[in-house]
């Protein structure tokens, strides 16, 4: 049987320790941290990502750097790495587990979940924590492919609906199915019709999954106050989720089945499905400027970014009664340092455990006494001297 956490009221989650074996650079390590702002600071290639890395497995899927958990094992270490972080929250205290040491080589790539001893799929650890992270690469966010976007609005609304992760491999699934129909040059069209209820049903209910996150987001945003980091106006641009709030669900499901059926043949000759969720944008604009955020300037852009991040961790905080606990790394390379105050400010108004990154501890001098120094040192962490 899944453990599930007992609610006991609202709080935020932290890990006071953190084991890592044959992750990446670490061959064996732990941690004692506690709760608030984290700071690893070292030279790069130290190995600081990589323990950001290890907590974003903490949630479902691949962490973020999305590697294939093959890559994670330490190279020379024995078969399969893993994770154990014990932790402190509304429920009391946990333990988590993750990794593929003691699985099969040569299987499906998965990892082994453990909470509380016991084992667990990787939904369930939504029901225990959230995380959250902003990296270098998602810089990016706002210029690069509408993929990246999506992911990154699916992992806001998982923060909040833990079912979200669910339907969205319903839906990959349906549809890798229907793909191979077409593929095949299939005629079945009964077979065509049951396969693309299935999306019609899981799409649906991502379109609304993401409409109402996004509505609930932008509500946050409003309470944003005016300063380093500005508002940003989101919208979600999508057949389905256009539909969302103007039509009820019934009807929704019948215009994405009309229109998934009449477009067999047409997406034979495209050999993919060219309507759906898995087409949707997420779309920003810099509010105070007027202008789309893919046109801002990159530090205009990074401070959009954490403006979201921020404001969804309100959110999260109000909705769940606890806000995730926050990844930031290489967070100062693009902020300011009336930014940097502000972000600290905030971070410290939510009560959330928070890692962040840097080459240079003196980028957080402004904390010293208010967080946790680490010097991370290729495989090794120690206490910054002076902290």
Known sequence: MTPTPEKTGAGSVFIRRLTLTDFRNYASLSLDLGPGMVVFSGENGAGKTNLLEAISL?????????APYAEVTREGGAAG????????GPQGPFEIGTGTAGLEPG???GRRVRINSAQAAADDLLEWLRVLWLTPAMDALFTGPAGDRRRFLDRLVLAIDPGHGRRAQDYEKAMRGRNRLLSEGSRDWAYFDAIEMQMVEAGTAIAAARAEMVRLLAAMIDRLPQ??????????SGSLEAMVGHAPAVEIEESFRRTLASGRERDRAAGRTLDGPHRSDLIVRHRPKSMPAELCSTGEQKALLVGIV??????????SGGVPILLLDEIAAHLDAGRRAALFSILEELGCQTFMTGTEATLFSSIVGRAQFLTVDHGSVRATEGH
């Open 81 to 88: 790495f893993a994770v154990h972080a014990s932790l402190d």
């Open 58 to 66: 903490l949630s479902p899927g691949r962490g973020l750097r999305r």
């Open 107 to 109: 299987g499906e790539g």
């Open 227 to 236: 300063g380093p980091f500005p508002q940003a106006d989101l919208a979600v």
């Open 310 to 319: 921020l404001s969804h961790a309100r959110l999260s905080g109000e909705m």
